[in-house]
């Protein structure tokens, strides 16, 4: 089953404007999500968590449990945003196993 | 610190054949887990190494095996090759706190750059 799903392939914002990367889950215990970004020619690495509830180069992302969502926005693009996303799944509760999405490519447009 | 180190960078077999890949973590890590990314997908998790054993295991077939080393490296073996285990490889490290199977998971994983296995 798929436990991470974001919906979107591809994405196309022009610099400045506000993007919004989609990510929703199934898992019926407690998760952990994370956003994994891999910019052009380099490895993967993590973003951000949702236990950290920080800001990281201007993203957020809320866990809404009632929706099983947990989108990814920034309020004003930037050029260097530019880079593939990925939304994972850490099921605490059964081991510790991580699930990915398919990823979201973002391109911001100068 | 060299962070994530995997080797080969890219390796062509044909079916049939046996595969080694190889991970360093990060230094001070004491986990390691495999992913399996074909083009277009995201990672798929294979399995994960603490302690020197297997502690938890992806949907894959047991021609997927792995080890890890006292020294917390691991090797990732791929048996009678198909064409679709073309793929990236990509290993991870982390630090588990806490003890047991199912000890607590807070760190974060570091990602290697991974292994590009063609199978032809």
């Known amino acids: 089953a798929q436990r991470v799903t974001q919906p979107e392939k591809l994405l196309s914002v022009f610099k400045g404007a506000p993007v919004e990367l989609k990510c929703n889950y199934s898992?019926?215990?407690?998760?952990?999500l994370f956003w994994y970004v891999q910019y052009s020619r380099q490895r993967l690495q993590l973003l951000l968590r949702?236990?950290s509830r920080e800001s990281i180069k201007g993203f957020t992302a809320d866990l809404n449990k009632g929706e099983t969502s947990f989108h990814l926005k920034k309020p004003f693009a930037q050029e260097e945003d530019s880079a593939m996303y990925y939304c994972?799944?850490?099921?605490?509760?059964?081991?510790?196993?991580?699930?990915f999405g398919t990823g979201t490519s973002l391109t911001v447009i100068p | 610190d060299a962070g994530v180190t995997q080797s080969p960078t890219h390796l062509i077999k044909t079916r049939g054949q046996q595969v080694t890949l190889r991970c360093s973590p990060k230094?001070?890590?004491?986990?390691v887990s495999w992913y399996q990314q074909a083009l277009g997908q995201g990672p798929q998790f294979i399995f994960q190494?603490?302690?020197?054993?297997?502690?938890q295991r992806g949907n894959f077939p047991d021609r997927f095996s792995g080890h890890q080393f006292p020294n917390y490296s691991s090797e990732l073996n791929v048996n009678a090759l198909l064409l679709g285990d073309s793929a990236l490889y990509l290993c991870?490290?982390?630090?588990?706190?806490?003890?047991?199977?199912?000890?607590?998971?807070?760190?974060?994983?570091?990602f290697g750059a991974g292994t590009r296995l063609s199978v032809l």
């Open positions: 991870a490290s982390s630090l588990v706190s806490g003890h047991g199977r199912l000890g607590s998971y807070k760190n974060i994983q570091y």
């Open positions: 230094s001070g890590h004491d986990t």
């Open positions: 190494y603490y302690e020197e054993e297997e502690r």
């Open positions: 949702h236990i």
């Open positions: 898992y019926s215990g407690s998760p952990e």
């Open positions: 994972a799944l850490q099921e605490l509760d059964t081991g510790n196993q991580f699930y």
